[in-house]
């Protein structure tokens, strides 16, 4: 059984940083991917990172590259991820997602997972 926990969340004034940790348990060995999405009151839930865990390729959302850096452990059983210069629109709930890799899984958006995290919140104040 598939299990995501994420923590991490918190408050952070404009310009801060926050770590997110999403550790995992019950994936298989090889051949999944991994990603941080998140959701606004009101909005869709959008993909900000993710990563293929073999090949640790990642892949970004053109709002957070170069300020937010998606990263695993050696083990694999714990995904990051790294956020600096936070902007109020980062305000959201952040989830953790995984599911086997599939051929263009990052552009598949959130159908391309089928395990979610309960979510962590982030809040940045201007």
């Known amino acids: 059984q598939v299990q995501l926990v994420e923590s991490g969340g918190g408050s952070v004034q404009a310009g801060g940083s926050l770590r997110l940790s999403c550790a995992a348990s019950?994936?298989?060995?090889?051949?999944?991917?991994m990603a941080w999405f998140r959701q606004a009151p009101g909005k869709e839930r959008e993909g900000v990172a993710g990563i293929n865990t073999d090949t640790t390729k990642t892949a970004y959302a053109d709002s957070v590259k170069g300020r937010f850096t998606i990263s695993q452990d050696n083990a694999k059983n714990t995904l990051y991820l790294q956020m600096n210069r936070l902007k109020p629109e980062d305000t959201a709930m952040y989830y953790c997602?995984?599911?086997?890799?599939?051929?263009?899984?990052?552009?598949?958006?959130?159908?391309?997972?089928?395990?979610w995290g309960q979510g962590t919140q982030v809040t940045v104040s201007s």
């Open positions: 019950g994936l298989p060995s090889s051949g999944y991917c």
């Open positions: 997602a995984a599911d086997r890799c599939r051929v263009g899984w990052w552009l598949m958006g959130r159908e391309a997972f089928g395990y």
